[in-house]
């Protein structure tokens, strides 16, 4: 039967992730990745046949950057025709005799139309060089997949229409509110693709299956839709991508896709075989939805991947010292905003301060999500005489760019700083920035400690030492704690003065982390968050890496939405910082969503038990 009229009658499972599944079997993430259908065709094709095993319909060919932009980046543009055709031969071959497609992968090249005059850089040319030998290989349709915007889109699909009749999914990679780069609303960019010509339409990757579901309730469902998250939100550690959603949880919000309105539905980033093996066991059988209510998007996303930290006491008290004086510290995390609606945010964080937080921490552009630069802010807060903490990130800069960054926050009289590693620019809102990554977190707190020195990496003089405090962070909920106290320890000797952990959500998970880590000897901040609902809290626990939230916490939160759900956090939050007083004299509130109210509520309960 043909795919698209199996589609009418049943929701079909495609395939999962290439690239992140490749490194998890070994292959550097350096690596061109399109390049292995030439050199290790066997190895591609044996992720194809795990893809085809799990019950997947539709295979994507590994075919994704073979364009002569994205393989000028390794030497490769040259083999611009062979790698596509190589692509297809390896997708044709694990799908002989299979009741499943080959769709022909052709990824955005990632930059506009006025780059591309200023670059001289022929787009079409691009295009049709990777299309011509997709289609010469017989592809059964091709796959125009995480583009930014619509233009670039409407062009490939042209191209494509003009080379042959063989149909096209065109699939974007849009904003959490359900926007593209240039702001164009996707259901308005859907129907100019299906008026194109486009046989189905889509989103993938950039989100997780939580927060994809809230763009695709705001759908209608007669629109023939093909929907791929990724598994949830990655660190990046060791040379790899790590991804926490399991299978399970991958599967349900599968089937709600499906109740949504999604006809065809796979993995991107981070997905396994397991992944679509559970998938495909929760779809058996499901007919498409004709019809249902259509909704406004509303998304509770996006959170910090890695712990926020503290901040510095108006030139007056460091954090450090307020400890050392025997006082109980607060601080509390409360990201800087998307847009440059600011007096919310100073609101927000006068009241925290008010309540009692001794510092705001301000992340850096956390989960690679563009905010307003906490450079700026921290400027202007320490103005307000309220004192920030600056997360500083491996991933935007290079040690040129990081050290000027240093230098400013010198300049500016701000002394508290969290070196971090960063979340891979692949995963925000902008997937075609580029991660930096010259130095890891370790690295930096090694020149801050220079700087602190009065030298720069190179040994120079900066004529004057800096006083930065700074810190590190610190998981406890990993499965291999030891793991993670080893590698604490590295942060501590690379001069991390103080920590910050991802949110605790158990008595139990607060024991162990104060037992674990009193032998260090240096001030402990354990993350606290308070919960808005029972939703909120699956997406934590299922789509965030370093969340853990216990059985016992979700029950007690589903079905708890709204004013009661927020109420209902609270509590159990009051519950944890009560616990970690008994073993801490410092804690670290989370701010949700800039919902400030409940942590500056939090921080006025936590100094009236001092």
């Known amino acids: 039967m043909d795919l698209f009229d199996e589609l009418q009658q049943r929701v079909l499972p495609c395939d999962g992730a290439m690239s992140t599944f490749l490194m998890e079997r070994g292959v550097a993430w350096e690596r061109c990745f399109e390049e292995l259908c030439a050199s290790e065709g066997p190895l591609v094709g044996s992720v194809h046949t795990a893809y085809l095993d799990a019950g997947a319909r539709l295979i994507e060919t590994n075919s ?38 080959v769709a022909g992968s052709v990824g955005s090249l990632g930059i506009t139309a006025e780059q591309a005059r200023d670059g001289g850089i022929d787009r079409e040319l691009a295009f049709s060089e990777q299309l011509r030998p997709l289609l010469a290989g017989g592809v059964d349709l091709v796959f125009l997949e995480t583009f930014l915007d619509l233009e670039e889109m409407l062009l490939a699909l042209r191209i494509k229409q003009s080379l042959s009749e063989t149909p096209a999914i065109c699939s974007f990679a849009c904003t959490a509110d359900g926007k593209l780069r240039d702001g164009t609303p996707v259901l308005a960019a ?151 609606d600011m007096e919310p945010y100073y609101e927000g964080a006068r009241a925290l301060t008010d309540a009692g937080s001794d510092a705001i921490t301000l992340a850096d552009n956390s989960l690679a999500i563009l905010r307003v630069s906490n450079l700026a802010v921290g400027a202007a807060l320490k103005q307000k005489g309220i004192t920030p903490l600056l997360h500083i990130a491996c991933r935007d800069r290079n040690i040129l760019g990081l050290q000027s960054e240093l230098m400013g926050m010198a ?94 959500f158990d008595l139990e998970r607060l024991h162990l982390l104060a037992e674990k880590t009193k032998r260090f000897g240096v001030p402990i901040f354990p993350g606290i968050w308070p919960l808005s609902g029972g939703r ?75």
């Open 64 to 101: 994704f950057g073979s364009n002569r932009l994205k393989l000028a980046k390794h030497g490769l543009e040259h083999r611009t025709e062979e790698l596509n055709l190589k692509a297809v031969q390896i997708a044709r071959e694990a799908a002989m005799g299979r009741n499943a497609v």
């Open 190 to 340: 859907f129907r100019q693709l299906l008026e194109a010509g486009a046989q189905l339409v889509g989103l993938n990757c950039a989100h997780g299956p939580q927060a994809m579901l809230r763009i695709v309730e705001s759908l209608p469902a007669d629109l023939p839709l093909a929907v791929f998250p990724n598994a949830g939100y990655p660190k990046f550690s060791e040379g790899r991508y790590q991804y926490g959603t399991s299978p399970e949880y991958f599967a349900r919000i599968g089937v709600e896709l499906a109740r949504q309105g999604a006809k065809l539905i796979g993995g991107c980033c981070g997905t396994a075989p397991s992944h679509i093996a559970a998938l495909a066991t929760a779809l058996a059988g499901r007919e498409p939805v004709r019809s249902k209510p259509a909704t406004s998007v509303r998304i509770e996303v996006v959170l910090p991947e890695q712990p926020q930290p503290a901040a510095e006491m108006g030139g007056v008290e460091t954090i450090l010292q307020r400890l050392a004086n025997g006082k109980t510290v607060i601080v509390t995390e409360l990201d800087t905003p998307k847009t440059l």
């Open 411 to 504: 300049a500016l009289g701000i002394d508290h700083i969290l070196p971090l590693t960063g979340d891979p620019a692949k995963v925000g809102d902008h997937p075609g920035a580029t991660s930096v990554y010259d130095v890891t977190s370790i690295e930096l707190l090694k020149i801050v400690q220079q700087f602190n020195q009065g030298l720069n990496s190179n040994g120079k003089s900066i004529k004057n030492a800096t006083r930065f405090v700074s810190g590190c962070t610190f998981n406890p909920n990993a499965r291999n704690i030891d793991a993670q106290l080893n590698r604490l320890e590295r942060k501590l000797a690379a001069g991390a003065q103080y920590v910050l952990t991802q949110p605790v």
């Open 536 to 610: 909120q809290a699956e997406f934590l626990h299922n789509e965030v890496p370093g969340i853990l939230i216990p059985d016992a916490v979700r029950e007690r939160m589903r079905g708890m939405e709204g004013p009661e759900g927020q109420a209902l956090g609270v509590r159990i939050a009051r519950d944890l910082c009560e616990e970690a007083l008994q073993h801490f004299r410092s804690i670290y509130l989370i701010t949700p969503f800039l919902r400030y109210q409940t942590t500056a509520e939090l921080a006025a309960f936590i100094r009236g038990q001092g």
